[in-house]
């Protein structure tokens, strides 16, 4: 068989595959067109469809306990979640800001999965709607960055003086302990010079009575 031949053979199938594929799906639609109970469009958002429990929804970080490790940001594929910290007077950190650009995150869970404390969840949400792409960026922090480290840069200047009298203390004390005079080194614990007198057991006579000394003579 020559090309041509080929050619109208597979031409003739296509328009037949065309027709049967179009004919199954106006099946189906004319299926959910007629029968009330195939009904599959929900009057959103009049009605609502609640979401499955494991529903990936935004993400939410409850920044008291975020530990500000940064796994979530270095697992991200697509580099959407940000974070600032600074060390703490008790050497902790500190979140200084931690962003999340919703407009980028594909909801792919893998921050949530990695976040040791846990304090990064998937909430239930999905409606949001916004003029700019700025306002996709999530901001955790609701205090200024600047108020944050100020606050802790004084906290870890009091600790540090703190610290620094404590030490200066301890020192003092310990030099004090070097200077005592030498005799609070003497032995301690010698038998006693005068030892007690013994007991006249002759002074009672038995049976609780005193002894009669003329009566002896
Ligand atoms: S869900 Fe995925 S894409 Fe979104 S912030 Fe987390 S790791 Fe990144
Ligand atoms: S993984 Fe969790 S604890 Fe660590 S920085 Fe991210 S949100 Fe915070």
């Known amino acids: 068989m020559n090309g041509d031949g080929m050619g109208l053979r597979e031409y003739i199938n296509d328009i037949v595959e065309a027709v049967v594929t179009t004919a199954k799906g106006m099946r189906i639609t004319a299926r959910y067109g007629v029968d009330a109970k195939e009904e599959v469009t929900q009057q959103y958002p009049e009605v609502r469809r609640e979401p499955e429990e494991r ?22 594929p697509v580099d959407c ?14 979140l ?11 909801y792919c869970g893998l921050c949530v999965e990695v976040c040791p404390p846990k304090s990064l969840t998937h909430t239930a949400g999905y409606e949001m709607a916004m003029f700019e792409r ?3 960026v999530l901001h955790f922090v609701q205090e200024e960055g600047g108020e944050i480290k100020a606050r802790v840069a004084k906290q870890v200047a009091e600790a540090a003086a703190k610290a620094a009298e404590a030490a200066k203390a301890a020192e003092a004390a310990k030099a004090a302990e070097a200077a005592k005079p030498a005799e609070a080194a003497k032995p301690v614990g010698l038998p006693a010079a005068n030892p007690a007198p013994k007991e006249d057991l002759s002074a009672e006579a038995p049976g609780g009575s ?8």
């Open 55 to 76: 529903f990936r929804g935004f993400l939410r970080n409850d920044i008291a306990r975020c530990t500000s490790c940064t796994m979530c940001v270095k697992v991200c």
């Open 81 to 94: 979640i940000s974070l600032e910290s600074v060390r703490g007077a008790d050497k902790k950190m500190v």
């Open 134 to 136: 700025g306002e996709m």
């Open 96 to 106: 200084v800001s931690y962003d999340i650009n919703i407009g980028r995150c594909m």
């Open 210 to 217: 005193k002894a009669d000394p003329e009566k002896k003579a």
